[in-house]
């Protein structure tokens, strides 16, 4: 069954400029040499000028993408503002030539708990951490339990957002929207924020007449391609069925268009993207690396870094963050390790936020909890 979903951006060369929403107060002005999106989270002109070499200026006509730039989503470095699908406002201009600073660190002491998932107490787990709009939002869940998204505002507690939720993985596209994998019905779902009451809304949930098993993590492109991984580990709190007999990663085109993703690692795990998009990375049992085609397609899958992971991140010098077992640890694009985050046991996911997205948000299983670690590089939201 063919499942299609609504993109509202064209299609854009990668390391483009999504254009989408309004200017705000701060940001650039519509019009031929416009400029960029502002700190506090303009948009460029409605037609979509692509970045400069220096990832500066624009253009409403839409020249060709520029060697320096780096992909910029809808909003402001805060996740708020409109501006299409994809990442909000993935890297500001400039960050992809930053260092990050060298040395292993502790996480320390964590800086919430959540509120007791009651029975299964043993199996409770936090994870898909996202940031929208000064808040972090992550999914609280119990193997082969419903489970349910808390909201933590810095400074305060982990609290009910969205209870049976029945959600893993979380993801925010330019628009603000909350995507969620979701194990209990095998779909990728969005659900509305400023409306948590309201139902999810599914964005696809079968390929070739079978339900999923459990969606794990997902990734969303600028322009509204979607990636996600299908392993089996909370499939037995799946209700649909027939369901799928493999475990296996998934990309969605624009047209919703279901694909399988050949050589993904076993039991796919986590699934990112590159600051540039131009790579996929999938966790698992061990860590590929894909080429990303314009049409959203992947190929050539090569082994990257050490070990396997369960969650990722990305920030925006394009430095992937791994989690594994007691550790996040960061790997430069060319593989090497480059660092060390010490958390403690069962570490399984990670993004950043905060005012200038340099803080990392860590999740932990068995006890669940919440930690956080300030870089000087930002990130992504998810």
């Known amino acids: 069954m063919t499942h299609r979903f609504t993109v509202s951006c064209a299609l854009l060369t990668l390391m483009s400029v999504v254009a989408c929403g309004s200017d705000s107060e701060n940001g650039g002005s519509s019009g031929t040499g416009g400029t960029a999106p502002g700190s506090t989270g303009g948009d460029t002109a409605a037609s979509g000028g692509d970045t400069a070499a220096s990832g500066g200026d624009t253009s409403t006509t839409g020249g060709a993408p520029g060697t320096g730039g780096v992909v910029q989503g809808g ?19 400039g960050s992809e030539s930053l260092t990050l600073e060298p ?32 808040a972090l939002y992550t999914s609280q869940l119990a193997f082969n339990g419903p489970g349910r998204i808390l909201k933590y505002t810095p400074g305060g507690s982990l609290e009910v957002f969205i209870a049976n939720s029945g959600t893993n993985g979380l993801a925010v596209d330019g628009d603000g929207t909350l995507y969620a994998a979701r194990q209990t019905n095998g779909s990728v779902s969005t659900f509305d924020i400023g409306n948590p009451a309201a139902p999810p809304t599914v964005v696809v949930d079968q390929y070739e007449g079978a339900y999923f098993k459990s969606p794990n993590d997902l990734a969303i492109r600028s322009d509204g391609v979607l990636y996600f991984s299908d392993p089996d580990w909370q499939e037995a709190g799946n209700t649909q069925s027939p369901r799928q007999d493999v475990e296996r990663a998934y990309w969605v085109d624009l047209q919703g268009t279901v ?17 540039d998009e131009s790579k996929l990375y999938i966790g698992g049992n061990t860590v590929m690396r894909f080429d990303v085609a314009a049409d959203g397609s992947v190929s050539n ?73 300030e870089l000087n590089v930002p990130g992504f939201p998810y």
């Not at 199996?123 to 929208?132: A, D, R, S, T, Y």
Request: proline fraction near 11%; include cysteine.
């Open 75 to 93: 909003g402001g470095m805060d996740g708020t503002g409109g501006g299409g699908p994809g990442p909000v406002s993935i890297c500001p201009p």
């Open 103 to 134: 040395g292993d660190v502790s996480a320390g002491t964590p800086i919430a708990t959540p509120p007791d998932l009651g029975s299964d107490g043993q199996h409770v787990n936090l994870e898909g951490p996202v940031w929208i709009d000064g």
């Open 259 to 275: 694909h399988p993703i050949d050589s993904a690692p076993g039991k796919p795990n986590g699934i990112i993207l590159s600051a």
């Open 301 to 373: 899958g090569q082994p990257f870094g050490t070990g396997g992971s369960d969650g990722f991140g990305m920030d925006c010098a394009g430095n992937l963050y791994t989690t594994s077992g007691e550790h996040v640890l960061v790997f430069s694009p060319e593989g090497t390790e480059i660092k060390r985050i010490q958390v403690g046991s069962g570490v399984t996911n990670v993004a950043f936020g905060g005012p200038e997205r340099k803080t990392l948000y860590i999740t932990q299983m068995q006890p669940p909890r919440l930690y956080s670690v």
